[in-house]
């Protein structure tokens, strides 16, 4: 079991959005929305931001004997994506393929279900999707900042 | 600084349907006792590693229930637990005992019981010892963040799958050896390359088995051993740990190897040794992936080098450095809770010269295990020596 139902309503709200954890005194973005100290500066003040939802899949793995919750979705696509505001995370990636997923396609972030709770609740969260549209190299760059 | 070994006990690595969680702890602790020569009273404190009992077979507290099944009580007992390190840390802790002067006889003891639950089950509870509320919901798991860091490491250094393989083979070459391993076979490269996907590149053959066990140490003051002169004078002389991050998010190759690099240098410093004194050593890996990078944080090989010992023979019972004589966790299995004293118990065998003949390295002297959790927030390293003055 990953979260009870109330500890869901507690989580569920920053689901809704992919955000990401700002330090104010050093700028460096922190995966998730919850981060407390700074990795970089140890500055204690971070400030949750949320991101465009676009950026790069620098790595990833075909998962084919998944963990409980997600049982059923197996062979399911899981790797790590670097957004366009620089912060990397782990990230699923659905409706593509295992034999046509690869390091450097361009992903954004949808807001789908990530399983059924033993009572029929529905449980929700950010996955990525290859990306229709891409942005130009220009925005990307001035993004990176 | 200078730990006696006073006595090891452990029981076989594999499912067993027929033992309780009790029933490991009491026989690798008894056996231990025996093996130490001591009355049950002489031993004033108990560190129990133990990662998932309460998930894995419904009990906690599973310190108090070992102190009491050992027929310890009254003496001081405590559940330690840290991932993957768990093992490790209670050794840790037992040194740190010792060393203060507060105790002059513990027992380190690791158990896990893992094999009631169905693997699926299994594998969620493990994957809550990395960050189950935020990150698990990627669908990331150990095998999973664990495949992401295999191929980052391929993409960097430019070795294939085949080559990796070779860990698989070199441990399963051992563990066929080891009358206390759970898996028992010999592999080729080319069995481990056609073995089922587990999560893309990690195949069957490059992941442990689920496994129960435990695994027991009697460690004392160094002269306490030294008015022993009937035992085998092993003592443990560097304890190092080191946290990382604790999400298996990152694939981050420095951070994976920062994370044993530094206790491994600390440890290397504190022992009055270097990399090139090593005789054998155990290195995690519940992946096969883990080993190479073990092998390059250690010392023993520059970094993007460490798989290149299991091809050419350099980490085999002849080689430069003996590595994973036990087969490893690949064969030994992963009892997580277990799993830092197993190592320790099977590096002691070596330095006695009592391993099973045809995995003990001739004349070792020097040993060294190394622990990693979580499985980028724990680093854990152990030097033993045996000194006979
Ligand atoms: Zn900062």
Redesign the pocket.
């Known amino acids: 079991m990953t979260v009870s139902a109330i500890e869901f309503s507690r989580l569920g709200p920053p689901k809704l959005r992919l955000y990401a954890m700002r330090?104010t005194?050093?700028?460096?973005l922190h995966p998730w929305w919850e981060h407390y100290v700074?990795e970089?500066?140890?500055?204690t003040t971070l400030v949750r931001e949320q991101m465009s939802g676009t950026g790069e899949l620098t790595n990833y793995t075909v998962v084919y004997y998944p963990p409980r919750d997600f049982l059923g979705q197996e062979p399911y696509v899981v790797g790590h994506v670097r957004l366009d505001e620089g912060v990397s995370m782990p990230a699923p990636v659905v409706g593509v393929s295992e034999d046509q997923v690869e390091v450097g396609m361009r992903v954004k972030s949808v807001f789908r279900r990530m399983k059924l709770g033993h009572e029929g609740d529905v449980y929700y969260s950010q996955k990525f999707v290859v990306d229709p549209n891409p942005p130009k190299p220009k925005k990307k760059a001035a993004a990176k900042k | 600084m200078r730990v006696g070994v006073l006595g090891i006990g452990k029981t076989p690595h594999k499912i067993q349907h027929n033992k309780s969680l009790r029933d490991l702890i009491v026989e690798a602790g008894q056996k231990a006792i025996d093996d130490a020569g001591i009355e049950r009273r002489d031993i004033q404190a108990l560190y129990v590693g133990n990662v998932g009992s309460v998930g894995f077979c419904f009990e906690n507290s599973t310190g108090l229930m070992a102190v009491d099944h050992l027929g310890l009580v009254p003496s001081a007992a405590v559940r330690v637990e840290a991932a993957c390190g768990t093992g490790a840390w209670a050794l840790h802790l037992g040194c740190a005992a010792i060393l203060s002067g507060l105790y002059d006889t513990v027992m380190v003891l690791g158990a896990e019981k893992m094999n009631d639950l169905a693997t699926v089950e299994a594998t969620s509870l493990i994957a809550q010892a990395a960050d189950s509320k935020e990150e698990y919901f990627s669908g990331l798991t150990f095998p999973s963040g664990t495949a992401l860091t295999a191929r980052k490491y391929m993409q960097t250094y430019g070795c294939t799958e085949e080559d990796l393989a070779n860990v698989s083979v070199k441990n399963h070459y051992y563990g066929a050896r080891n009358p206390y391993a759970h898996l028992r076979f010999e592999c080729t490269v080319d069995e481990v390359m056609r073995s089922p996907k587990v999560a893309d590149p990690l195949k069957l053959f490059e992941v442990c088995p689920m496994t129960d066990a435990g695994s027991a140490l009697i460690l004392c003051r160094e002269e306490m051993l030294r008015d022993r002169p009937d035992k085998p004078q092993v003592f443990v002389t560097a304890t190092s740990m080191a946290s990382g991050t604790w999400y298996a998010a990152s694939d981050g190759l420095d951070e994976s190897f920062d994370l044993l690099a530094r206790p491994a240098q600390k440890a290397y410093a504190m022992a009055g040794i270097s990399a090139d004194d090593i005789d054998v050593a155990e290195i995690y890996n519940s992946f096969a992936i883990q080993e190479p990078l073990g092998i390059e944080a250690l010392g023993f090989a520059e970094r993007g080098d460490g798989w290149k010992g299991a091809a050419d023979g350099s980490t085999w019972l002849d080689g430069k450095v003996a590595v994973n004589l036990s087969g490893g966790l690949l064969c030994k299995g992963h009892p997580l809770g277990a799993t830092g004293t197993s190592q320790a118990c099977d590096i002691v065998e070596q330095l006695r010269g009592t391993a099973p003949a045809e995995i003990q390295r001739k004349d070792a002297a020097i040993g060294i295990s190394a622990c990693r959790g979580g499985p980028g927030s724990v680093g854990a390293v152990h030097i033993y020596q045996r000194l006979e003055d």
Do not use: P, V
């Open positions: 330090c005194d050093c700028n460096t700074c970089k500066c140890k500055g």
